[in-house]
């Protein structure tokens, strides 16, 4: 008995549904970031959005200071035409480390 509906298909039809979804949850609910911060094994890697100028006291501020050595990535936009400074994060920070790390970042940029 052939009721017309093969594998290949549901897997084809399947594989378009998450695609599609895959592609409304990015147009709609991604954030983009302006720059990444990265410390890795006492290291601080940062991308072009932060000064150069300000990247050395910065490394210092999250090594010395806040005593960040595990993996954390911090991720920064500015939202509202670059007037508001909105951070999130992945690793070992709390979000008192994460809001310390907002105010150096929004009083020195």
Do not use: C
């Amino acid at each position: 008995m052939d009721d017309g509906i093969s594998a290949t298909g549901v897997i084809a039809q399947v594989l378009v549904a998450v695609l599609a979804g895959l592609f409304v949850y990015r147009l709609l609910f991604y954030r983009r970031a302006d720059f990444v911060i990265v410390i890795k094994d006492s290291r601080v890697h940062s991308s072009k959005g932060i000064p150069v100028a300000l990247r050395q006291n910065l490394a210092v501020f999250l090594l010395r200071d806040l005593a960040l050595t595990g993996p954390v990535k911090i991720i920064g936009s500015y939202v509202e035409k670059g007037r508001r400074l909105f951070l999130w994060s992945r690793g070992k920070i709390t979000k008192g480390e994460l809001q310390r790390v907002r105010n150096f970042l929004a009083t020195r940029v």
